[in-house]
């Protein structure tokens, strides 16, 4: 790795590069200490530089430049995740794609846009062009970029109604820049899509996207709560499932969570009260207003007739991992889990654990769609007592049948499905043969052997300093 020559080529070639150690050092981070696990093992790393393209001229530029003097790229959108996506472990160059934003092109059902567009300028775009919005988002909406959701996320606001960012349909088309000696640039549709979407960009990076929009509504946000957390869950899974009401959320808050870390919530329950979370476009609000009368439901709180005297902003900023993110400032030692409760009999397997766990575990739920049928994701929050302990939680929840994307972890498989995903290795082969593309987070590519038995520890991880 030669990072001073590196450094100058780019330079040379009139690319902004950026090496003041505080702004390195803040680029270098994202939102891994969510996980005590991840904050002990990559608190330490940092890259060498940050450089800043602002078209796809110049990402293949710094791609073959990185590749000549063998210099890792980790590609940042704005350092959101939390499972360590977009920590260089390795150091080298952090991509910063934030000044690639442009909307390119809007078209009935469907928008193409650079990567470091935020979600919630998307948006904006979208409705003010032709009154459509994105169909789903992360909850960090407000600061998130469209390239960090595709490579990193998995799904959120909206996936109760469209599924989850892998179903089909819910990405049209992505655009590649390769990491070779002369970077190609690919076209990517239909099954090879899994390729590259939610790949962390270790096998490419993404410089245009395509997605498909749906009707723009003026979301109504809405809270309710019940004396009973199986309460709350069977509404919930019941709302999502009557197909003539249009809902984008909808979310479940085991007792005590509202009253102990939504301050803004606080003051409208109690202890004992579960609470849904829900999206609800206008003109589904008297249907409703109808379903919710035949269940024991005490709706608090709805957003176009609130009498609150603190408004409590967007009703999504408090499920998704906004909950974790609130549960956090309020107790530092709460972590947390994703699980997947699937969709034979999620209510039943959630109860189950809730029953199992709780208090250690306080269940938040949220609802979502897959292949018609209504799944439910468990972002459970934990309070954390060690490794060992939290490692005991989540076999019991895979003893169970509830499957775990464990976020205590750094890499692609052991954040995804404990297995080697032939076609994102594949691809690694073909479009990054030095695997300078954000090291360390393919097992399969250091390892096709590993047996998954404990936590990978990739051997290039940058020494902790002496203390
Ligand atoms: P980054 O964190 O910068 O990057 C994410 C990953 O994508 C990294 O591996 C990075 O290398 C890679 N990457 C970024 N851009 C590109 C590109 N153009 N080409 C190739 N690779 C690229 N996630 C969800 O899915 N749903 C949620 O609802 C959700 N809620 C969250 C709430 C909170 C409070 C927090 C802290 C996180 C949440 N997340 C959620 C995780 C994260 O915010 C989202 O995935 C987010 O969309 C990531 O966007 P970003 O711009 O911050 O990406």
Known sequence: MNIQAAIEALQAADIDVDLNAASVKSKSRDFFWYSPVLKDRL?????????????????????????????????????????????????GCVLHLHKMNAVKEIAPGRVVVEPGCLLKDLDAACIADSGQEVRMFSSTWATATIGGFIAGGSGGVGSVRWGALRDPGNIIRLRVVTMEEEPRVLDISGDDLHRVSHAYGTNGIITEIEIPLAPAYDWIGVFVAFDSFDEALQYSYDLASCDGILIKLATVFEAPIAKDYFQRIAPHVTQGDALVALMVAPHGMPGWETFTAGYAARPIYRSDKSDWRKDPGHVFEYGWNHTTLRALKVDPSITYLQIAYGTDDPVALARKMRDELSPECLQHIEVMRQNGR??????????????????????????????????????????????????????????????????????????????????????????????
């Open 43 to 91: 608190d330490h790393v940092v890259a060498d530089f940050v450089a800043t393209p602002q078209t796809e001229a110049q990402v293949i530029d710094i791609l073959r430049t990185c590749y000549a003097h063998d210099v890792p790229v980790t590609t940042r959108g704005t350092g959101t995740g939390n499972y360590g996506q977009a920590m260089p472990l390795a150091g």
């Open 374 to 467: 209504i799944a439910m994701a468990g972002l459970t929050l934990v309070k954390f007592q060690s490794e060992a302990r939290l490692d005991e939680i989540i076999a019991l929840h895979e003893a169970n049948g509830a499957m775990n994307f464990n976020p205590h972890r750094y890499t692609l498989e052991e954040g995804g499905r404990q297995a080697v995903d032939a076609r994102q290795l594949d691809f690694k082969r073909e479009a990054d043969p030095k695997g300078l593309l954000n090291p360390g987070k393919m097992i399969s590519w250091d390892d096709p052997d590993y047996s998954f038995d404990q936590m990978y520890a990739w051997p290039g991880l940058q020494a902790k300093p002496a203390a």
